[in-house]
């Protein structure tokens, strides 16, 4: 079953300006990624937080996590046409007992030059 | 030097045929991974395989069956293909099991299915 949901669908911003997305999911984790994946390629790893940690930053993003209300969310800064791609929000659900990574839909973002 | 390698990139096919997807990784990790991509985006977990050895197998048809020959490689083989099939698969490899590392992807596998 699905665990991360990724919010907004879709977000559309001018160069320079600020994006965040959110990720809500539903089950207790021991971590949560994001993962960045540009159009006909495969995702690429940008960060990790444990459980146990309220933020996390690398470089222009920004990464926070909210286990109470069991959501994320991931802040781009400064924003580039560059940036331009979908964004995705892993957990590490329980299946059968081992643990996967496992998504959602993803949040596509246009950065407008 | 590709981290994830996959081959073909795309692949067309008719109903009924059976096809193989290739994935190797040079990253020395012990875990890969076969995910589906629909139309929508959705990115589904078929299959999870550590040293060699499957642990993960997701509500996944009986036609679809992961061989591993070695700890770098993981094969997708498709029997008697459906349009329901048609999908971009990605495989991915982890240095550590259980979600716990970053996944590193291959670029996919573009399936179609007429």
């Known amino acids: 079953s699905q665990q991360g949901e990724e919010d907004p669908q879709a977000l559309s911003i001018q160069e320079g300006e600020n994006a965040t997305m959110n990720c809500s999911y539903k089950?207790?984790?021991?971590?949560l990624q994001w993962y960045r994946q540009n159009s006909g390629r495969g995702l690429v790893h940008l960060i990790l937080?444990?459980?146990?940690?309220r933020e996390k930053h690398s470089g222009r993003l920004r990464v926070t996590l909210d286990t109470s209300k069991k959501s994320s969310s991931l802040l781009i800064t400064a924003s580039r046409a560059a940036d331009t791609a979908s964004y995705f929000c892993?957990?590490?659900?329980?299946?059968?007992?081992?643990?996967?990574?496992?998504f959602g839909r993803g949040t596509s973002l246009i950065v407008h030059p | 030097d590709t981290a994830v390698s996959q081959t073909p990139k795309y692949l067309v096919t008719q109903m009924g045929n059976d096809k193989s997807i290739k994935c190797e990784q040079n990253?020395?990790?012990?875990?890969m991974y076969w995910y589906k991509q629909d139309s929508k985006k959705f990115l589904k977990i078929m299959f999870s395989?550590?040293?060699?050895?499957?642990?993960i197998n997701e509500t996944v048809p009986n036609r679809f069956s992961p061989k591993s020959p070695d700890k770098a490689h993981l094969n997708l083989h498709i029997n008697s293909l459906e349009l329901g099939d048609s999908a971009v698969y990605f495989c991915?490899?982890?240095?550590?099991?259980?979600?716990?590392?970053?996944?590193?992807f291959g670029n996919g596998t573009r399936l179609t299915v007429t």
């Open positions: 991915a490899s982890s240095q550590l099991a259980g979600g716990e590392g970053a996944l590193h």
């Open positions: 089950t207790s984790i021991n971590n």
């Open positions: 937080i444990r459980s146990n940690e």
């Open positions: 892993a957990t590490d659900a329980a299946s059968g007992g081992s643990y996967i990574p496992t």
């Open positions: 990253l020395g990790h012990d875990t």
């Open positions: 395989y550590n040293n060699k050895e499957l642990i």
